[in-house]
């Protein structure tokens, strides 16, 4: 940890405020260019302490960064993990008010829900595998506080990794009907397609990018605990939407995931 407590605090007020209020504000690494990922990590969590207390439940964890077309989009070469709020939960075909939001774009996620713990270090594909309860589509809405949504890893680690609102489908599948490298998703914007890949995007295998998470947790003495909701990271490069726009994404075997924005 480079950064002491007063410091570490005020960095987690002035992004969640940018969070909340919806508006932009410098990387934070331009003022602070000694910070680690310790610290980066730590303002993620000082962060969700501050929802907590407010009354928020923290509803599910999150893996980004995780496939090529993401990390060559925003020019990172490592996942990064963070965590989804109550209230970030829209419902399936709602309207999604962009007056509440900076810049957003969407991201179509292979999402599961778990029935065991998963603990690091060492955790495999297998693992998760065998952890999964079911898999169910998801549309992550990505809002990075910094202008023109240009960061490097540690300030987006800091800034809950662009965490904003999310939608989830509704048609649920056991793991064991599923191949999730080869999983076709298909995503459109106003009807017309804007991008499409396979599961395998993700790491390789999606249950890669959840054993990721869990040997992060596990090297900072936590774990993913059995019930957790798991968004594994956008499939493509994220895509950028305004008020007006329509977004279904198609996911082969789980059906579709719709909004608008408004
Ligand atoms: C960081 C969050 C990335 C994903 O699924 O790759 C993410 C960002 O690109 O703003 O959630
Ligand atoms: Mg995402």
């Known amino acids: 940890m480079k950064l002491d407590k007063n410091t570490l605090a005020q960095l987690a007020e002035h992004l969640e405020n940018a969070e909340l209020k919806a508006h932009d504000v410098t990387k934070i690494t331009d003022d602070h260019p000694d910070m680690d990922w310790d610290d980066a990590y730590a303002i993620q969590d000082l962060i969700r302490a501050r929802k907590e207390g407010r009354g928020h439940k923290t509803v599910g964890l999150k893996c980004g960064l995780t496939s090529y077309a993401k990390m060559k989009q925003m020019g990172v070469d490592t996942p990064v993990f963070g965590f989804v709020s109550d209230y970030m939960a829209c419902a399936e075909g709602s309207d999604i008010k962009t007056s509440e939001l900076i810049h957003p774009k969407v991201e179509a996620e292979i999402c599961v829900v778990t029935k065991a713990p998963l603990k690091g270090p060492g955790c495999h594909v297998g693992a998760v595998m065998a952890a999964i309860d079911f898999v169910i589509p998801g549309v992550e809405i990505i809002d990075s506080r910094y202008r023109d949504f240009k960061f490097d890893l540690k300030s987006v680690i800091a800034d809950n990794t662009s965490a904003s609102r999310f939608v989830i489908g509704g048609r649920a599948r056991r793991v064991d009907e599923l191949d999730l490298r080869t999983l076709g998703v298909v995503l459109e914007k106003n009807g017309q397609i804007v991008a499409m890949a396979a599961g395998a995007a993700v ?22 605990p059995a019930g957790s909701f798991i968004m594994t990271g956008g499939v493509t490069e994220a895509i950028a939407v305004q008020a007006g726009d329509s977004v279904n994404v198609r996911f082969q075997d789980l059906g579709t995931v719709g909004m608008r924005f408004v």
Do not use: K
């Open 203 to 224: 790491m390789g295998h999606p249950a890669a990018a959840i054993a990721a998470l869990a040997n992060h947790l596990g090297a900072r003495g936590q774990e993913i």
